[in-house]
């Protein structure tokens, strides 16, 4: 059984810092991208984030680029976000995802495993 778990979101004042783990267990997601959705309240999920699995090529979201960084180990089949200068509109709920195929994707529906999500919140 495939499970994905995420870790580290909390409250953070705005500018401040916050790092996000994905865990997996029940196969290994090595060869194959990572990435990282968030959702509002009364939005739709949003792609923040991805990282391939063979040479750790990444893909931010225009709105993160350069704040946020997404990296991985292997080894322990676990995924990060290191996310900073944090604004009052990252506040939201993000979800560690995994694909099955090779290639890279930015849309929800390209990733077949889903963790449960983890709150992060910013206060201005």
């Known amino acids: 059984q495939v499970q994905l778990v995420e870790s580290g979101g909390g409250l953070v004042q705005a500018g401040g810092s916050q790092r996000l783990s994905c865990a997996a267990s029940?196969?290994?997601?090595?060869?194959?991208?990572m990435g990282w959705f968030r959702q509002a309240p009364g939005k739709e999920r949003e792609f923040v984030a991805t990282i391939s699995g063979s040479d750790g090529n990444t893909l931010y979201a225009s709105s993160v680029k350069g704040r946020f960084t997404i990296s991985r180990d292997n080894a322990k089949n676990t995924v990060y976000l290191q996310m900073n200068s944090l604004k009052p509109e990252d506040t939201a709920v993000y979800y560690c995802?995994?694909?099955?195929?090779?290639?890279?994707?930015?849309?929800?529906?390209?990733?077949?495993?889903w963790g449960q999500g983890t709150q992060v919140t910013v206060s201005s």
């Open positions: 995802a995994a694909r099955t195929a090779v290639t890279s994707s930015w849309h929800p529906g390209g990733y077949d495993y």
């Open positions: 029940g196969r290994s997601f090595s060869r194959y991208p």
